[in-house]
């Protein structure tokens, strides 16, 4: 509560610096705005982030060492006799601490107890605290900021350059996420390689990654060949794309190019809605309604269709994605220049030829990255896999038979309570890691794709 009553008093002290900056740009010069630097609304803004920015960061920074702070008051005050004498002890004390202040759960012994009570005085006094530190460096802020107004004051310029760093900041996050998130899967898959061979993994053809925990359990010692699940999501990406690419294509060429604008007012939407339908949905469709159709039809022909199949998972799975291809695809297709058609037609060109030899290829860096976009989507999709296609690593390139893929196996690996220091739970790094590779690979080709026809028809 008081976390809500803080940010809303620096809300309100934040646009009364702005309203009072502004006032205050204005009074200086007597209402003559042309003998200020900057207009008055880049006043009141140098005052709302001095009155702001400070405040918040102070509340974030200790946002994120609370609890270390915290735990260390209440480790340091314990006698040394209770004190936790290993570091697996010490954080299911601290958790104790921290559940039975919230009343999750009851003491189970004075000690703990006492801990508990240190813990939320010391949390209600450090978070009063922490407001009224806040608060009083916001309203110096807007002292500071409120003694630098005057005409010649260059308010615009730190402005800007406040608004640069921020930007700057917020790049600098994504680029350390994305160089975190590789690293994290990085030093697992090299843990993972420690255990089991590279080539066994990337070569192997058997997939049973079950093994045995501990030494008097009977388990089997783990195969761990990757080929059946990269043959299965490039099987059913495959599917899914051969469904996709073409009717998405042809739907973003009709409502671009033939349809009449009201048709193309309601075809649109429409299209869209299945971006919107949730992937469980899909996979419910897939497994009670497409599954059954296919193996009736497959009896029909004589064909051994399974109750699970690749067939079935990759058609709905091309279903589900082409609102990304049809959608992307028509908005690059209307923005290709009216120019080149009437420059084309003027030529004696007829409407088809236009678009097949004007328009898709001045559109085609837009549609590669649509269909890529589109591909990332299936490579990354799991629900539907799991409902329609099984959990059977087999290799085969039989579209009617039960397959699985990486992600699929990723999620089993890493459902219940697991032990991270096991080949089994470890390759579900290897395999995302493997699969990132792969969608680098991926983006690397369509952006030397984009860039070689870009040249050609910008």
């Given at each position: 509560m008081e976390y809500t009553v803080f940010i809303a008093t620096l809300l309100a002290l934040t646009a009364l610096g702005y309203y009072l900056g502004r006032r205050r740009a204005r009074a200086t010069v007597g209402g003559r705005l042309s003998e200020l630097h900057s207009l008055p609304s880049y006043y009141g803004y140098y005052i709302a982030l001095w009155c702001g920015l400070p405040s918040l960061l102070v509340f974030l920074l200790w946002t994120v060492l609370e609890a270390r702070i915290l735990e260390a008051f209440i480790v340091g005050a314990l006698p040394p006799e209770l004190a936790p004498q290993s570091p697996e002890m010490l954080g299911l004390f601290l958790n104790d601490v921290r559940n039975i202040a919230e009343g999750r759960i009851s003491a189970a012994t004075p000690a703990l107890q006492g801990a508990a009570e240190d813990y939320l005085r010391l949390k209600t006094t450090a978070r009063a605290g922490l407001v009224g530190a806040a608060l009083?460096?916001?309203?110096?802020?807007?002292?500071?900021?409120?003694?630098?107004?005057?005409?010649?004051?260059?308010?615009?310029?730190?402005?800007?350059?406040?608004?640069r760093l921020f930007l700057l900041a917020a790049s600098t996050v994504s680029i350390l996420t994305t160089i975190g998130i590789i690293l994290s899967v990085l030093f697992e898959t090299i843990r993972f390689f420690s255990i089991v061979p590279v080539a066994e993994f990337l070569f192997g053809i058997e997939w049973s990654p079950q093994t045995a925990i501990r030494e008097d359990q009977v388990g089997s010692s783990g195969a761990f060949g990757a080929i059946p699940l990269f043959t299965g999501t490039l099987l059913i990406t495959v599917i899914a794309m051969a469904f996709a690419v073409p009717i998405g294509l042809f739907a973003a060429i009709y409502m671009a190019e033939y349809a009449k604008p009201w048709v193309r007012d309601i075809t649109k939407p429409l299209l869209e809605l299945l971006a919107g339908i949730p992937t469980v949905v899909y996979g419910f469709f897939a497994a009670l309604t497409v599954a059954p159709a296919l193996r009736e039809a497959g009896s029909v022909l004589g064909l051994d269709v399974a109750s699970e199949s690749a067939l079935a998972a990759g058609g709905v799975m091309g279903i589900m994605i082409i609102p990304f291809i049809s959608s992307l695809s028509d908005d690059v297709i209307t923005a290709v220049p009216q120019s080149l058609r009437e420059g084309s037609l003027a030529l004696g060109a007829t409407k088809s030829e236009t678009i097949r030899r004007v328009v898709l290829p001045a559109a085609l860096p837009g549609i590669v990255a649509a269909v890529l976009l589109a591909v990332s989507r299936a490579v990354g999709e799991t629900m539907i896999v799991v409902m329609a296609a099984g959990l059977a690593a087999n290799l085969t390139a039989n579209p009617l038979e039960a397959v699985t893929t990486v992600t699929v196996q990723i999620v089993t690996l890493l459902v219940g309570d697991q032990e991270f220091d096991s080949a089994k739970t470890l390759a579900a790094f290897a395999l995302g890691f493997v699969l990132f590779l792969a969608t680098l690979a991926l983006n690397v080709i369509a952006l030397g794709v984009v860039r070689k026809y870009r040249e050609r028809y910008d």
């Amino acid at each position: 509560m008081e976390y809500t009553v803080f940010i809303a008093t620096l809300l309100a002290l934040t646009a009364l610096g702005y309203y009072l900056g502004r006032r205050r740009a204005r009074a200086t010069v007597g209402g003559r705005l042309s003998e200020l630097h900057s207009l008055p609304s880049y006043y009141g803004y140098y005052i709302a982030l001095w009155c702001g920015l400070p405040s918040l960061l102070v509340f974030l920074l200790w946002t994120v060492l609370e609890a270390r702070i915290l735990e260390a008051f209440i480790v340091g005050a314990l006698p040394p006799e209770l004190a936790p004498q290993s570091p697996e002890m010490l954080g299911l004390f601290l958790n104790d601490v921290r559940n039975i202040a919230e009343g999750r759960i009851s003491a189970a012994t004075p000690a703990l107890q006492g801990a508990a009570e240190d813990y939320l005085r010391l949390k209600t006094t450090a978070r009063a605290g922490l407001v009224g530190a806040a608060l009083a460096l916001g309203i110096a802020g807007f002292g500071f900021a409120w003694r630098r107004i005057a005409p010649g004051f260059r308010a615009r310029n730190r402005v800007e350059q406040a608004v640069r760093l921020f930007l700057l900041a917020a790049s600098t996050v994504s680029i350390l996420t994305t160089i975190g998130i590789i690293l994290s899967v990085l030093f697992e898959t090299i843990r993972f390689f420690s255990i089991v061979p590279v080539a066994e993994f990337l070569f192997g053809i058997e997939w049973s990654p079950q093994t045995a925990i501990r030494e008097d359990q009977v388990g089997s010692s783990g195969a761990f060949g990757a080929i059946p699940l990269f043959t299965g999501t490039l099987l059913i990406t495959v599917i899914a794309m051969a469904f996709a690419v073409p009717i998405g294509l042809f739907a973003a060429i009709y409502m671009a190019e033939y349809a009449k604008p009201w048709v193309r007012d309601i075809t649109k939407p429409l299209l869209e809605l299945l971006a919107g339908i949730p992937t469980v949905v899909y996979g419910f469709f897939a497994a009670l309604t497409v599954a059954p159709a296919l193996r009736e039809a497959g009896s029909v022909l004589g064909l051994d269709v399974a109750s699970e199949s690749a067939l079935a998972a990759g058609g709905v799975m091309g279903i589900m994605i082409i609102p990304f291809i049809s959608s992307l695809s028509d908005d690059v297709i209307t923005a290709v220049p009216q120019s080149l058609r009437e420059g084309s037609l003027a030529l004696g060109a007829t409407k088809s030829e236009t678009i097949r030899r004007v328009v898709l290829p001045a559109a085609l860096p837009g549609i590669v990255a649509a269909v890529l976009l589109a591909v990332s989507r299936a490579v990354g999709e799991t629900m539907i896999v799991v409902m329609a296609a099984g959990l059977a690593a087999n290799l085969t390139a039989n579209p009617l038979e039960a397959v699985t893929t990486v992600t699929v196996q990723i999620v089993t690996l890493l459902v219940g309570d697991q032990e991270f220091d096991s080949a089994k739970t470890l390759a579900a790094f290897a395999l995302g890691f493997v699969l990132f590779l792969a969608t680098l690979a991926l983006n690397v080709i369509a952006l030397g794709v984009v860039r070689k026809y870009r040249e050609r028809y910008d």
